[in-house]
């Protein structure tokens, strides 16, 4: 008989990084308490630079006080990894899983989340690759289509990984992407050429990418019902 492994599954659609980050805190306090199962946040960001525990912030090339001006915000954060960049027509998958209960190491889940976007690539006909050593994210030549930063507490993880669909590009020109200077930025419709299927489809296709290869064989979908902060549902963007 086959183990049965379920993820919750919330589509949040666009929400506002910090409401996010907050979610993700108490959701790691739940699930450390084993109040819920192993959960994952689907959304995207309005436009958002996050900065890592090594606070890189020389790898802003932009003055703060000039972020206003071009829509954007800077948050600091307590994830691995360097700067990058959240926006709109990116998929974001923040999964918040204990290790422990799948037997994985902090190395093997990076791993998979890069897999998950190399499947999903792939799922386009996009052949995409682990970077290098010290390139972190998933890559398609010399071209960054994936990035990863993750955060792990008491073996329950948090943030995750974003996968480019079809973002507004010229906002990764404002940073040196996770700190790799001299790489381009790329996204799934740029290296296609082609009409996409809508993004609701490549959330739903990456999602499936992410449980298949986690073995994740149960999704329990709570699109319609978002989960609770103390002082009320998240910041709900709509376009």
Request: glycine residues 8%; neutral net charge.
């Amino acid at each position: 008989m086959r183990f049965q492994r379920s993820l919750e599954v919330w589509k949040l659609g666009k929400i506002n990084y910090l409401e996010a980050l907050k979610l993700q805190e108490k959701l790691v306090c739940d699930r450390k308490a084993h109040k819920i199962p192993d959960t994952l946040l689907s959304l995207q960001h309005p436009p958002t630079y996050t900065l890592g525990k090594r606070r890189t912030d020389h790898n802003l090339l932009i003055p703060v006080p000039e972020l206003e001006k071009i829509g954007a915000e800077l948050h600091y954060t307590q994830r691995g990894g360097d700067i990058t960049y959240h926006g709109p027509h990116q998929a974001i998958l923040y999964p918040i899983i204990s290790l422990r209960e799948i037997g994985l190491g902090a190395r093997k889940y990076v791993e998979k989340l890069e897999l998950t976007m190399i499947d999903m690539a792939s799922q386009y006909g996009v052949k995409a690759c682990a970077g290098k050593k010290c390139e972190t994210g998933v890559w398609v030549g010399d071209r960054k289509i994936g990035a990863i930063g993750v955060r792990i507490s008491s073996g329950i993880t948090s943030h995750g990984l974003a996968f480019n669909i079809d973002p507004d590009l010229d906002y990764f020109k404002h940073i040196v992407p996770c700190g790799i200077a001299d790489k381009e930025v790329t996204s799934l419709r740029r290296e296609t050429g082609t009409a996409l299927p809508s993004e609701e489809v490549i959330h739903e296709q990456l999602i499936s990418c992410f449980a298949r290869i986690l073995g994740f064989n149960n999704l329990i979908w709570k699109e319609n019902e978002p989960p609770l902060l103390d002082n009320g549902k998240p910041e709900r963007n709509v376009d």
